[in-house]
T-cell receptor, first 113, second 113 residues
Framework: EAGVAQSPRYKIIEKRQSVAFWCNPI?????LYWYQQILGQGPKLLIQ????????DSQLPKDRFSAERLKGVDSTLKIQPAKLEDSAVYLC???????????FGPGTRLTVL | KQEVTQIPAALSVPEGENLVLNCSFT??????LQWFRQDPGKGLTSLLL?????REQTSGRLNASLDKSSGRSTLYIAASQPGDSATYLC????????????FGKGTKLTVNP
């Protein structure tokens, strides 16, 4: 079974630039998550989709972050404009349903200079 | 607001030792508790998931226990090996409104040959 795919793996940008991350979940998984993991911290949920509807985006900085899940499958997370404090690893995960085990992708390491 | 704490932040042991990692949470209204492993530069790998109605789960040399009344979970690793070196994270799936995983900061384990 193919795992959760993410791209790019690494990204370096200047502050105030924009960036987008892509995630392809495990086939058949209804729930998709985006997490932000700052060095030395545990992952923090940014947004959670059930199929293509948003379940929770309470911790998403909506003035600069946006996310969508196209046709209930792939998802993109965008940051515009980026700030220095956005430097982190962005992890995508998926699960069959909300209460099931979450499977994580390898993450995208973002550095904002 | 759910808070998850992991102690210690780092642990170094000689190969072959049995060890226990601790996790505590403030709100007992959870669906389940999950333990993950994270290798440097990688995403998270699910190790064990304990449902709120269960007391423990076992997989190979790993055993995780859950005591909701005291807000604690432990991950027991038997006969540790250098390949067990990684960061171990616990997370609970909160109830009440929006179900989401809340992570601790992790315990960085080093097993010395």
């Amino acid at each position: 079974e193919a795992g959760v795919a993410q791209s790019p793996r690494y990204k370096i940008i200047e502050k105030r630039q924009s960036v987008a991350f892509w995630c392809n979940p495990i086939s058949g998984h209804a729930t998709l998550y985006w997490y932000q993991q700052i060095l030395g911290q545990g992952p923090k949920l940014l947004i959670q989709f059930q199929n293509n509807g948003v379940v929770d985006d309470s911790q998403l900085p909506k003035d600069r972050f946006s996310a969508e899940r196209l046709k209930g499958v792939d998802s993109t997370l965008k940051i515009q404009p980026a700030k220095l404090e956005d430097s982190a690893v962005y992890l995508c995960a998926s699960s069959l349903q909300i209460t099931d085990t979450q499977y994580f992708g390898p993450g995208t390491r973002l550095t904002v200079l | 607001k759910q808070e998850v704490t992991q102690i210690p932040a780092a642990l170094s042991v000689p190969e072959g030792e049995n060890l226990v990692l601790n996790c505590s949470f403030t709100d007992s209204a959870i669906y389940n508790l999950q333990w993950f492993r994270q290798d440097p530069g990688k995403g998270l790998t699910s190790l064990l998931l304990i449902q709120s109605s269960q007391r423990e789960q076992t997989s190979g040399r790993l055993n995780a226990s859950l005591d909701k009344s005291s807000g604690r979970s432990t991950l027991y690793i038997a006969a540790s090996q250098p390949g067990d070196s990684a960061t171990y994270l616990c997370a609970d799936l909160t109830q009440g409104g929006s179900e989401k995983l809340v992570f601790g900061k992790g315990t960085k384990l080093t097993v010395n040959p």
